[in-house]
C-alpha cells in the first residue's frame, strides 16, 4: 500500500497577514483569517492548501502531505520515533511531524474531514487546429471566485540531493520521474531530480517534490494547479494588472510538460500557476535527463524561474 496520497499543503510565515490575504486572494484561493491563521483551499476538496501566520522572519515553516491511511501515517511517524498527534487544525484528523536532514518540516496528516468541492468554472469545449469541439457557440468562460485547483508540487534546494532523496524515499516511498544527471570527469553527477508519488497504476503528477542539489536548504517555490490555459493566461494579465511582480514564464516544461507561469508574494517569494501536466504511473519507471532538458522549454522562455 502506498504511504501517501498526495503532497496536501505548504504553510508559512509572512510579513504581513492582510497584504498576504490580498495578493493570495488575486492570485485564485479563496482565503480566511481565523484569529492568528491565514487559511486558503482550491476547489477540491480540501480544507486548506496554504497556511500563514505572520512574522518578522518570513519563509516556509512546513510542507504537509496526505497519508493513505492511518496505518500509513502511524509506519512512517514510527521511523523517526515522533508521536501521531490529534491535528489541531480545522477539519481535525491526525498529524505526525518531522523534519527532513536539511531542517525542513514536514507534516503528514490524514484523516481531516473535507470540504464540499467549488465551481471549478472553466470554458466551453476547444477548437484546436486539428480537432473542432464547439459548433455553433462562441466561447464563454465561467467567472468564479476561486481559480486554483490544488497544491501540485514543491521544489526545495537541499545539502545533499541523495540523502534527501534516501530520506524522502523510506517515509514516503516517493518514484523519481526525472533524475537530472551530468558527465563531470567521466563521473556522473546528479543535479536533481523530479520525484511523484507512487500509486501503483493509478496515474499521479510527474512531481510532487522536486530536489535541487544545491549544497544548501532553501525553498524555491510551491505550485498550484489552475484549470486550463484560459484561465492560467487570464490570471496571468490580472496579476499584472494588478501590480504584482512577475518571475518567469508563460512557458511550457520539457520535463513534466506543465505550461507553467512564476509570480513572487509580498514576501519575494515564489509562486507558480500551472496546467496541461504529465500523469505517470508506476510502470513509467524512473529517467535521467540532462540539464539542457531541465533548463529548456517545449516554447516559452529557456531557463529556471528567478528574479
Ligand atoms: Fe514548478
Redesign the pocket.
Known sequence: MPRIKDILYVRFNVSDLTKQQQFLDDFGLQTEIDGDLLLARGTDSSRYIYLAEQSAEPGLVSVGFAAESATALREIAAIDAVEVESNPMPGGGLIARLTDPNGFRVEVVTGIDNAAELPVGGRSAFNSGVAKQRFGERVSIEPVDCLVKRLG?V?LMVHDFHETFAWYQTRLELLISDEIVMENDGQEQTLGAFTRCNRGDEFVDHHTL?FIHAGQAEFN?A?FEVADWDVLMKSHYELKKAGYQHSFGVGKHILGS?V?DYWKDPDGIML?H?TDGDLFNESFGSHKRSPGDLLGTLWGPEGVPGQ
Open positions: 508540487h521544489v522536486f517555490h505550485a506543465q507553467f507558480e500551472f
